[in-house]
C-alpha cells in the first residue's frame, strides 16, 4: 500500500533528468545552507574610527550588551509582530511542501472531494485542494503565533512589572485578523507554485524542488538583480513577492501603533494575482489533461 505510491512516483520521477539535477542541486544547498550560516553568524562587522571592521568570531563584549538591551526593551505587542512574521516565514517554507503533495495526495483528494459536495468534476477537485491550501495556512499561521506567543521565546521574557495591557484595544482585535489574512496571503503563492509545478509536470519531486528552489534561491537572487537595473526599470523589484511580503511585514507593525507603509495594497494586488495566476494555470492544466485523456 505504501511502497506503490512511492514506486509510481520514481518511476515519474527518473524520466526526467531535469527533475533529478534539480533535487540534487537542492540536496546540496539543503545540507551546505546550515554551516554556512553558522559560519556566517561568527562575522561581525563594526564601525570604527578608521572605517569598517570585519571580525570573525565572538563578537566583543560592548556589542553583547546593546544586544541584551534592545532585548530588554522588548514589548508584548512587538512580540506579536515578531511572531506573526517568523510565522509567515516558517510557513512558507511547510506549505511550499505541502502544496507539492497536495497536488498527488490521494486523501487530499478525498478531502477535496468532501469540500465541494462529492462532485466527480476533476476540475471542482482541484478547488477543493485550494481551499485545503488556504486552510492549512491559516492553521499553520495562528498555531505558530499562539506557541510563539507562550512559549519561552514568546512571552515569558517580556512580561515584567513595567509592561502594560494598554495595547489591547479593540482596534487591535480588529487588526489582528487581517493581519492573520496577510500573512497567509504572503504564504499561499508559494504552496500555490509548488502545486501547480506538480500537477504541469506530473511529478511531486519536481514541483517540491522547483518550488523550494524558488523560494530559497530563485527569488531573492532575481529580486537583487531587478534592484540593481538603471531607473526606472529597477521598480520593478517592488512587484515581486518579496518586495511585497516586506510591505505587508511593515504594515504588521501597524499593530502596535505604528505608521502604515506605502503601497500596502499594491503589495496586496501583486500577491493576489501570483495567486489567481498559478490557481487558473492549475485549472487549465487540469481541463487540457482532461481533453486529451
Not at 237 to 260: D, E, F, H, N, S
Not at 266 to 280: C, D, F, I, K
Request: glycine share 10%.
Amino acid at each position: 500500500m505504501i511502497s506503490a505510491p512511492i514506486q509510481s512516483e520514481w518511476l515519474k520521477t527518473r524520466k526526467r533528468p531535469l527533475t533529478l539535477w534539480v533535487t540534487g542541486i537542492l540536496l546540496v544547498v539543503v545540507v551546505l545552507y546550515p554551516p554556512f550560516m553558522v559560519g556566517l553568524s561568527k562575522i561581525c562587522a563594526v564601525d570604527t574610527s578608521q572605517g569598517l571592521r570585519i571580525m570573525i568570531g565572538t563578537p566583543p563584549k560592548e556589542m553583547s550588551s546593546i544586544a541584551q538591551q534592545m532585548r530588554d526593551q522588548v514589548t508584548l505587542p512587538d512580540v506579536i509582530v515578531t511572531t506573526l512574521g517568523v510565522a509567515a516565514s516558517v510557513s512558507r517554507l511547510l506549505m511550499v511542501i505541502l502544496g507539492a503533495m497536495l497536488a498527488g495526495s490521494e486523501f487530499a483528494w478525498g478531502t477535496a472531494r468532501h469540500l465541494v459536495g462529492r462532485t466527480r468534476d476533476r476540475r471542482a477537485f482541484v478547488g477543493g485542494k485550494l481551499a485545503v491550501i488556504l486552510g492549512l495556512t491559516l492553521l499553520l499561521l495562528v498555531a505558530a503565533l499562539a506557541l510563539g506567543l507562550l512559549s519561552g521565546s514568546g512571552l515569558t521574557p517580556v512580561v515584567r512589572d513595567r509592561v502594560t495591557w494598554d495595547f489591547l484595544t479593540p482596534g487591535l482585535f480588529l487588526r489582528l485578523p487581517l493581519a492573520l489574512l496577510f500573512a497567509a496571503l504572503t504564504v499561499v503563492p508559494y504552496a500555490l507554485l509548488a502545486f501547480t509545478i506538480t500537477l504541469v509536470t506530473r511529478s511531486t519531486a519536481t514541483g517540491l524542488s522547483l518550488g523550494l528552489l524558488t523560494l530559497i534561491i530563485g527569488e531573492p537572487i532575481f529580486a537583487q538583480i531587478l534592484a540593481s537595473l538603471p531607473a526606472p526599470w529597477n521598480e520593478l523589484v517592488y512587484y515581486t513577492p518579496t518586495a511585497c511580503i516586506g510591505i505587508l511585514k511593515g504594515w504588521m507593525g501597524t499593530l502596535i501603533g505604528g505608521a502604515a507603509p506605502d503601497h500596502v495594497g499594491r503589495s496586496v494586488v501583486v500577491l493576489l494575482g501570483y495567486s489567481l495566476a498559478l490557481a487558473g494555470l492549475a485549472f487549465a492544466s487540469f481541463r487540457q489533461r482532461e481533453l486529451t485523456a
